[in-house]
């Protein structure tokens, strides 16, 4: 799962995005930002005086196409509100949001129905599983609202159920099932229409730790393959540095920073970031390449370090070296040196 | 109730809490009223001249509407006639191996055995009294009522739905409209259609449709969010999210509303045979009464209860299983009615015919009066007793009731004087020791007692009232009761509406006493509770006609069977709230009282029963409720007041009169509801629930 810089269109683009709740948001968020001169945290400040809510400030990110974006905070933090907007469950009180380059807040209520029958997939915290229908007829609803015909459906049904390893379970209801194989009908549900933008809000909060790892190792499996364009809501640090190409930081509605596992961990911005990262082993996450430096005429002799090896592992394979060592690419080339006291350091750079 | 709300920070009789202040003031408005009383009598007799002639006002003005849409109703009524007709023929004409053979099957096919066994005998055993014709008659009204019920009730809660701006408004109506007494309902509905069955089906329609409307907006607001949104994001149209997926995820909470539906529809077709003009058993129910064949009767007010525990037991079974049996057995049971009815055809006899159970009705009859002859000196002595020493002072007061003839001497002025100064002394003890308001309340009580509920001082009421409602409550709450009472008042209604109010009163009071008791008895006591459970399950299926069949029968008509009759219908909330308060407390929380040394009697006031207040109150308020509702079918058998007008007004078909009396019984239920529930709320927030 490489970081997907990407050229052209983001698959997600979101502009300045306010989600406020209260009576006459739309009004007072236009007052407020042109009193406070654009000055965000102002105008928050002055909505919550007046008794609204903003539940998302002025959200600005983009998600590239294949790529698995985390939005993570604690409860309360309007991460979940973030993907409604986005998604459209919600519509937001000021902003853009823009799929592959489409305006949804202008959208009609028909193109809204047509694109989620067509590119999105979502699936939710507590399942959202329909009690009324078996495995197979929850999965095959989305085929069914696009009006596909009942074998045609049925057929792409079992795929799915299929590739998220249900088989033999198509006519159970859901209530005969497990919290962990209910989540993964409403992961074949989301993904039965073949999205090419896929939310997951929280998707795997609800289960015990050894079914969510269990989860993950299959999530991470199935976006391999499918390279959706993914935004991901999670409460959860180790999972967000788990899975996620980028991670977006919540903070009572703001994003606080935006950046790779490796940054996030190793250049908190803020007390709060750095809170959240405390209890990650650093060295696990964090990649040789972050604290690489130019290679200047060195050898490719050494312990062999490469630059996709996590700080942990490379430290322990030059505990003995006291000069830089060369870092190699995946072809076997020089592409840098790195400074064992700068491992140790980076792996010490939270305590100060 | 006051004292319940005294504030912590109560210190002594020097700052009062809000409920002393309260109860401080109503004790001052009654002091000065019955001190004042022979100076200005109007201050307890609200004078007549001051009365706006609201029935009147009413009347007009509805007659004048109702003459305006009468014709379109004609026609309506003239179309309804096909429908009912039909269904009639079908329901009466239809051999009856046939009716008992897919009732049996209907209930193999939702509840296997029991289900299939409760179908066959009962309606076995209505054939076996036969009133078959007449019990189909009355079937075939709820046939027809039921569909238009449900079909209105879920319609207004989808629009209560899609709609939330209307959602409050439409609660509020729902609320007056199941408060509003169901003979109200009658009299302009028989100004409009004229005499005949039509009255009868439109009225449970309306009467059987709020229930439904209620549990569809319940149903649908509690389908889980998750839910809601993956139809959305589904790709679902906002008709195909709600009939694909909102209303099916909702259906246990909607057959629940059908389930009521139904009682309420079969409730309200037995109550519309008091206009006449059908031949079903609810008109037979009250023919046998009226000559006082007790033996037919009870006969007649089985079939119903029958038929309620049949119509209930299937459409709760369809509610709570998903299990259906096997069809095939339930098309077998089928063919066996059609093949006995086709076999004799010629020969079946006239259901009507049928007199097997007549000796029985006969024996009961004869064991009746002997009963009766043998022990209606001992009734007449409870009957009695409980009149003169129990419901007569608490409406015209000790200072009325207290005669040589019944309690041995006269009642004085001195009397009253030492009454009130003990009382005082009683109260000024409780003050002294931190229970101002406990005190204050003593003496109020006792000023009730000694004055009596029907002629209380209409300040003090309006006062007790507003006080009551600014304890539970707050300012506004005290605004809406003082208000909603002044109406009431000034409807020229008032002494009326203060006997309805003694009459509920003492049943209520009754009802929270002994019913408390017994839901306390069943929560300590699982046995007890095995044997108090099938007869509350079976009180609250019997429709309220039924109930006064049987007071009847031993003590006649007056205001003690009313009484009765409403105590009986009234208190199974009250008994079920209570155990289920006291039953509910957290397992923690008396893991935590036993762990601290309590015993199982202190865990119980210390622990369970304070937890519990909530939702005894909320028990109270239903007891409440059903008292009122239970009031006006009881005016039938003997009682004054308001339920009297209301039915007064349907026999001389006085539409202002009709309305008046049920809007003053609403207002009166309405009040005292919103008063229960608000301090049913502050308690739950005490609690932190």
């Known amino acids: ?352 | 109730m006051i004292a319940d709300s005294e504030l912590p920070t109560a210190r002594g009789g020097i700052a009062l809490s809000t409920g002393a202040t309260a109860a401080l003031i109503a004790l001052l408005t009654g002091a000065v009223c019955i001190a004042l009383t022979p100076l200005v009598p109007w201050l307890v007799k609200f004078p007549d001249a001051w009365a706006l002639p609201a029935a009147e006002w009413i009347g007009i003005s509805l007659t004048w509407f109702l003459d305006l849409i009468k014709p379109a109703m004609r026609v309506f009524s003239a179309l309804m006639a096909y429908p009912m007709d039909s269904a009639n023929t079908l329901f009466t004409g239809m051999p009856w191996p046939l009716m008992i053979g897919f009732v049996t099957a209907l209930g193999w096919y939702i509840g296997g055995l029991p289900m299939a066994a409760l179908g066959l005998v009962g309606l076995g055993f209505v054939l076996a009294t036969g009133y078959w014709l007449e019990g189909m008659a009355t079937l075939a009204l709820v046939a027809v009522s039921v569909p238009l019920a449900l079909f209105m009730g879920a319609a207004i809660g989808i629009l209560a739905n899609e709609f939330p701006r209307f959602k409050s408004a439409i609660q509020t109506v729902l609320d007056v409209m199941q408060t509003v007494p169901t003979f109200a309902y009658l009299t302009p509905l028989l100004f409009l259609f004229g005499f005949g069955p039509v009255v009868g089906l439109i009225a449970s329609a309306i009467y059987a449709a709020p229930p439904m409307a209620r549990n569809m907006i319940l149903g649908l607001e509690r389908v889980e969010s998750d839910i809601k949104e993956a139809a959305v994001m589904s790709g679902g149209t906002r008709l195909q999210q709600l009939f694909l997926i909102e209303i099916p995820s909702a259906k246990t909470q909607i057959m629940v509303g059908v389930n009521q539906c139904l009682m309420a529809a079969l409730s309200m077709v037995i109550i519309a045979a008091v206009i006449g003009g059908f031949k079903d058993i609810g008109w037979e129910v009250l023919l046998t009464m009226r000559k006082a064949y007790f033996g037919p009767s009870l006969m007649a007010g089985m079939v119903i209860v029958i038929f309620a525990m049949i119509i209930d037991r299937y459409s709760s079974k369809l509610a709570s299983d998903r299990i259906r049996h096997s069809l095939r057995v339930a098309v077998a049971i089928a063919m066996i009615g059609v093949i006995v009815a086709v076999a004799s055809w010629q020969s079946l006899p006239d259901p009507s015919a049928i007199t097997l159970l007549d000796p029985v009705s006969d024996w009961l009859d004869a064991g009746l009066t002997g009963f009766l002859r043998e022990n209606g000196a001992g009734l007449d002595g409870l009957k009695n007793g409980a009149m003169f020493y129990g419901l007569l002072p608490l409406k015209i007061g000790l200072d009325g009731a207290v005669l040589p003839f019944t309690w041995g001497f006269q009642w004085t002025g001195g009397m009253s004087t030492a009454l009130y100064a003990t009382a005082a002394a009683a109260g000024l003890a409780l003050a002294l020791r931190g229970k101002a308001t406990l005190g204050i309340v003593l003496v109020i009580v006792v000023g009730i007692i000694e004055t009596g509920l029907a002629e209380l001082p209409w300040p003090f009421v309006l006062v007790g009232a507003g006080a009551i409602g600014w304890v539970s409550g707050g300012r506004k709450l005290a605004t809406f009761a003082v208000v909603m009472l002044a109406l009431v008042l000034f409807s020229g209604l008032w002494e009326r509406a203060l006997l309805s109010l003694y009459m509920s009163g003492a049943a209520v009071f009754t009802c929270a006493i002994v019913g408390g008791g017994i839901g306390l008895l069943c929560a300590v006591s699982p046995l007890a509770w095995r044997f108090v459970l099938p007869i509350c399950d079976m009180l609250q299926t019997i429709p309220l006609f039924v109930f006064l069949i049987p007071v009847l029968m031993f003590f006649q008509i007056g205001e003690f069977s009313a009484f009765l009759a409403i105590c009986l219908y009234a208190i199974v909330p009250m008994i079920r709230y209570t155990r289920h308060g006291l039953i509910n407390t957290p397992e923690e929380m008396i893991e935590a009282a036993v762990s601290s040394g309590a015993t199982e009697w202190q865990t119980m006031v210390e622990v369970r029963a304070p937890y519990a207040a909530p939702t005894i109150l909320l028990g109270l308020n239903q007891t409440i409720l059903y008292a009122f509702a239970m009031l006006v079918i009881a005016a039938l058998i003997g009682t004054t007041g308001l339920g009297q007008s209301i039915y007064g007004a349907l026999a001389q078909a006085d539409v202002g009169l009709g309305i008046a009396s049920g809007a003053a019984m609403a207002i009166l239920a309405l009040v005292a509801d919103r008063l229960v529930q608000g301090f049913a709320e502050e308690r739950r927030q005490a609690l932190g629930l």
């Not at chain 1, 790529?67 to 509100?81: A, D, P």
């Open chain 1, 1 to 352: 799962m490489t970081s997907q810089t990407g050229s052209g269109e983001p698959a997600i683009s979101c502009r300045n995005v306010w989600q406020v709740f209260g009576p006459n948001a739309k009004t007072k968020l236009a007052d407020a930002l042109a009193k406070a001169g654009g000055d965000s945290d102002a105008a928050a400040r002055d909505l919550r005086d007046q008794g609204l809510i903003p539940a998302v400030q002025d959200a600005t990110f983009d998600v590239h196409p294949g790529e698995l974006f985390v939005i993570m905070g604690l409860s309360g933090s309007g991460k979940s509100t973030i993907v409604r907007c986005i998604s459209q469950l919600l519509q937001a009180t000021g902003g853009e949001i823009l799929i592959e380059g489409e305006n949804l807040v202008d959208a009609s209520k028909a193109r809204l129905i047509e694109l989620r029958r067509r590119k999105l997939g979502m699936v939710f915290q507590h399942f959202g599983l329909f009690p009324h229908m078996t495995v197979t007829e929850n999965v095959a609803f989305p085929l069914k609202m696009q009006g596909q015909g009942k074998a045609e459906r049925m057929k792409r049904a079992l795929e799915v159920i299929d590739l998220v390893g249900l088989k033999g379970r198509e006519d159970s209801f859901p209530r005969e099932m497990s919290g962990g194989q209910r989540q993964r009908v409403g992961i074949a549900r989301s993904l039965a229409v073949n999205p090419d933008i896929w939310f997951l809000d929280e998707p795997f909060s609800a289960l015990d730790p050894l079914i969510r790892r269990q989860l993950q190792d299959e999530f991470i499996n199935i976006q391999a393959t499918l390279k959706k364009s993914i935004v991901f809501i999670t409460h959860d640090i180790a999972e967000a540095l788990k899975i996620a190409d980028r991670i977006a930081i919540m903070r009572d509605g703001k994003i606080v920073q935006i950046g790779t596992p490796t940054e996030i961990v190793l250049k908190p911005v803020d007390d709060y970031v750095r809170e959240f990262s405390k209890d990650v082993v650093k060295g696990r996450h964090a990649k040789v390449a972050s604290v690489m430096k130019p290679a200047e005429g060195v050898n490719s002799s050494g312990p062999g370090l490469r630059q996709d090896m996590t700080l942990e592992a490379a430290l322990a394979s030059c505990i003995s070296h006291y000069d830089p060592v060369p870092v190699l690419c995946g072809e076997g080339h020089v592409v840098g040196v790195v400074d064992p006291a700068d491992l140790a350091a980076a792996l010490q750079a939270e305590e100060t």
